[in-house]
C-alpha cells in the first residue's frame, strides 16, 4: 500500500537518476544508487562453459555464403552419387531470405539473431542447407535437389510474390514449381505470413497464436561473456530503445528516460507540420554516447556493455526483441511495461499485453512487470519501486529451458519431419467438407497429371 515513506523515497529516486548514455541499440541510464540497496558480498557466479557443437562444415563457416553453398551442393551430389550420404545430409532446407545472409555477416537485429540460431541448429543437426537472399534465387535453388527438399524457409512477402510468379511456383503450368505445401513463412512478429494458415508460419516465441512455435537461442554467444557479480557492476541501467520516435510514441509509457538515435526527421517526414510535435525532438540533456557516427556497438561490446549494469528498463518498443533474454543470461533483470490487463484482475496474466509477451509469466527477481496505469504519479512510483528492487536484488545468469541450443534443436528436428503435404491434404480436404476454401486453388498443392 501506498504511504508517504514511499513517495518520498520516490522522490529522492527519480533525483538520483543523474544521467543517460545512449549506446547503438540500447540507453545507459547511470547514477548513484548506493542509496537503493546494501551491497551484497560474494555474489556466486555460474560456469561460463558454452555449450559449442561442431559442424561437420565448420571450416566452411567463415567463407562467403555463395561459397558456401558450393560446396555443400558438391558435397551433397557426391555422396548421392557414392550413396554415403547420412540420413539427415540427404534432406535439404533452403533458406530463402537475406535474414539468413544478414545473420552470417554479424547482424544484430532481432530477425538476424533469430536466423543465426537456425544455421547453428542446421549445422549440429546435420542437414544440408543453401542460402539466397533474392526472391528470384529461389525457384532456381529448389530445381537443384527438388526431390530432397523437405522445406522452404522464406522470407514472408516473398511468398505471395512466388505464388504470382508462374516460373516459382508449382502448378499445372510450372509442374517444377516450388509446392506450396513446402514452404514455410519465416516471421518474426505476430501475424500468420502463409496463405495456407498460421501452421506454416514459424515463430520464434510461442505466443498462442496458431503459428508454429520454433524458437531460438542465444546461449552460445552469451556464455562467451563473463558474468559480472552485483557488486561489482557500475551504478547505471540500460533502456531498452533503438529510436529516438519510440519516445515519441503516444504510448510511452514513461517520462523520465532519454532517446538513441533521431530517426525522427525520416518518421515523419510524410506528416503534415501540423501533426506533428509542437516542439523539436532532442536527445535530452545528460547523454553521453559511446558510440560515434551513428554506429551501433558490435555485439561483443554490446554484452560487456549489459553485463556491467543493473537492470533493463522497457519503455513499451521495440516488442518481441532479443535483448531482454540477453540481460537474463547476463544476470540482469528486465522492467516489462503491461500495456493492457483485466481491470476486474489485473494479476490476471493471460489477458496482459507487454513489451514483450513471451516473458510475462516471469516473475521478481527476474522480471519485473509495471502495468503503465494512467495516473502519472501512480505510474511513476510503481517504476521506481521496481527499479529499487531489481537494482537491491542480486541475480544470477539465467536461460529459459525455451532458450536452450538442445531445445532449439530439437524443435526445429521435429518441425522438419513433419508431413506438410498429408497437412496441406487434409487442409484442403477439411475445407470442401465444411463447405469452405482454402484461401489458394489446389493446383498450388498438387501436380495435375
Known amino acids: 500500500m501506498h504511504t ?40 556466486p557466479t555460474l560456469e561460463t562453459k558454452a555449450l559449442i557443437g561442431l559442424s561437420q562444415h565448420a571450416e566452411w563457416r567463415s567463407l562467403p555464403w555463395q561459397q ?8 551433397l551430389r557426391d555422396c548421392l552419387t557414392n550413396d554415403s550420404c547420412t540420413h539427415r545430409e540427404r534432406q535439404v532446407v533452403l533458406l530463402t531470405s537475406w535474414y539468413f545472409t544478414y545473420a552470417l555477416a554479424g547482424g544484430t537485429s532481432g530477425e538476424y539473431i533469430w536466423a543465426k540460431s537456425v544455421l547453428e541448429s542446421l549445422d549440429d543437426l546435420g542437414y544440408t542447407y543453401l542460402i539466397c537472399d533474392k526472391r528470384e534465387q529461389m525457384a532456381p535453388l529448389y530445381r537443384i535437389f527438388p526431390d530432397q527438399t523437405v522445406a522452404v524457409i522464406a522470407h514472408p512477402s516473398w511468398i505471395p510474390e512466388c505464388m504470382q510468379d508462374d516460373s516459382c511456383i508449382k502448378s499445372h503450368k510450372h509442374p517444377e514449381g516450388i509446392p506450396l505445401w513446402k514452404i514455410l513463412s519465416f516471421e518474426f512478429w505476430r501475424g500468420p505470413w502463409h496463405p495456407l494458415g498460421p501452421n506454416w508460419t514459424l515463430s520464434p516465441e510461442d505466443l498462442n497464436n496458431g503459428n508454429t512455435y520454433l524458437g531460438y537461442s542465444i ?10 557479480p552485483h557488486e561489482n557492476r557500475k551504478n547505471r541501467a540500460i533502456v531498452l530503445a533503438k529510436r529516438l520516435t519510440y519516445f515519441y510514441q503516444p504510448t510511452y509509457p514513461f517520462n523520465f528516460v532519454g ?3 533521431d530517426d525522427t526527421g525520416y518518421a515523419w517526414k ?15 540533456a545528460g547523454i553521453e554516447s559511446l558510440t560515434t557516427g551513428g554506429e551501433n556497438l558490435k555485439r561483443e561490446q554490446w554484452y560487456a556493455e549489459l553485463a556491467n549494469t543493473r537492470i533493463m528498463i522497457g519503455i ?34 493471460t489477458a496482459w499485453r507487454t513489451q514483450h509477451d513471451a516473458l510475462q509469466f516471469e516473475t521478481e527477481p527476474r522480471v519485473y512487470h509495471v502495468l503503465e496505469v494512467k495516473n502519472a504519479t501512480e505510474r511513476a512510483r510503481l517504476f521506481w519501486e521496481a527499479v529499487g528492487r531489481a537494482a537491491s536484488t542480486p541475480l544470477e545468469r539465467y536461460i529459459s529451458p525455451h532458450k536452450t541450443p538442445e531445445f532449439v534443436r530439437e524443435r526445429l528436428h521435429s518441425i522438419l ?31 495435375r497429371g
Open 219 to 228: 546461449q552460445r554467444a552469451c556464455y562467451k561473456n563473463l558474468y559480472i
Open 68 to 75: 558456401q553453398n558450393q560446396l555443400r551442393i558438391q558435397r
Open 270 to 284: 510524410n506528416v503534415p507540420m501540423d501533426k506533428r510535435p509542437t516542439a523539436n525532438p532532442h536527445v535530452p
Open 316 to 349: 513499451g518498443m521495440p516488442y518481441l526483441s532479443p535483448s531482454p533474454w540477453d540481460a537474463l543470461c547476463l544476470g540482469v533483470p528486465f522492467l516489462n511495461p503491461v500495456s493492457a490487463w483485466d481491470a476486474k484482475d489485473p494479476e490476471n496474466r
Open 4 to 43: 508517504d515513506h514511499s513517495e518520498r523515497k520516490g522522490n529522492r529516486a527519480r533525483r538520483s537518476w543523474s544521467s543517460l548514455v545512449i549506446f547503438g541499440s540500447a540507453l545507459l541510464l547511470t547514477a548513484a544508487l548506493s542509496w537503493i540497496f546494501a551491497l551484497t558480498r560474494g555474489t
Open 259 to 261: 532517446a538513441i538515435k
Open 417 to 447: 519431419q513433419i508431413d506438410w503435404k498429408l497437412k496441406a491434404e487434409q487442409l484442403l480436404h477439411g475445407s470442401h467438407a465444411q463447405g469452405t476454401n482454402v484461401p489458394v486453388r489446389d493446383i498450388f498443392l498438387y501436380r
